[in-house]
């Protein structure tokens, strides 16, 4: 019986190391061919290497950096973020974590790649590249922030500035408004002056008439003149010292 059962497990270990075999070839190519930065054909091969074996660590550690180098970021996210709730050792889970925080600035997700810089640090405290890419975010967030709130003053400025603009106008609107109807009582107001006026202009008959009374007035006033003056000189009577 033991040697039946000797004989179980090594053909159980010999088929696992057959299976393993093609999923460690695959791995060790796209080594090969992410180093020489060819990174769609390492793709190709970490993909053949989780055909074999699909919870393979090294395998989907290793695509999710390929495709990382392809700029296909969400893709990558979703493997290290998966990688992150596997049961890995502290030193495994701080590389995912490591590479995760890389994932997520490169999507402007700062504030959660510092969380997860934050989480590698923790399982592995010593090392220098997490520190300088914490460090890095803390900038970019700082930096982030300042031009948020930079932005926020000068839409505040812009928006002042509209108001102003827009108080301007409607205080010169205003202005026109009243000249135009200052205009408007200017000219009802000659209007009436030159109503008034050509009222009180005398027609052409009228003056004729003014006229032939104003002479005929001077007339009676010679005649009576003349009047007067004969009659003074009928009742004068001229005095003689030399009278008896």
């Known amino acids: ?21 093609p999923e460690k070839k695959a791995i060790r190519q796209g080594n090969r061919e992410y180093n020489n930065k060819e ?3 390492s793709e190709i091969s970490y993909r053949q290497a989780l055909e074999k074996n699909p919870s393979s660590f090294k395998g989907n550690f290793n695509l999710a950096d390929a495709l990382y180098k392809q700029d296909k970021f969400e893709e990558a996210n979703t493997l290290f973020d998966g990688l992150s709730s596997v049961n890995l050792t ?14 997520l600035l490169k999507q402007q997700k700062i504030k959660e790649g510092i969380e997860v810089y934050k989480k590698s640090l923790k399982l592995n405290p010593t090392d220098r590249e997490t520190k300088y890419n914490l460090s890095e975010a803390l900038r970019m967030l700082k930096q982030q922030q300042q031009q948020q709130n930079q932005d926020n003053k000068d839409n505040k400025d812009n928006k002042q500035n509209k108001d102003q603009k827009d108080q301007n106008k409607k205080d010169d609107q205003k202005k026109d408004q009243n000249k135009d109807q200052q205009k408007d009582q200017d000219k009802q107001n000659q209007n009436q002056k030159d109503k008034q006026q050509q009222k009180q202009k005398i027609s ?10 104003i002479q005929n007035n001077e007339k009676l006033v010679q005649q009576k003149v003349k009047d007067q003056k004969a009659k003074a000189a009928k009742v004068k009577v001229e005095k003689n010292c030399n009278s008896e």
């Open 90 to 103: 502290d030193n495994e889970k701080a590389k995912v974590y490591h590479n995760l925080g890389n994932t």
């Open 204 to 213: 052409p008959e009228d003056a004729r008439r003014m006229l032939e009374a």
């Open 1 to 21: 019986m033991r040697s039946i059962g000797y004989i179980t497990i090594g053909f159980t270990l010999l088929s696992l190391y057959s299976l393993a075999q």
């Open 39 to 41: 990174f769609l054909e």
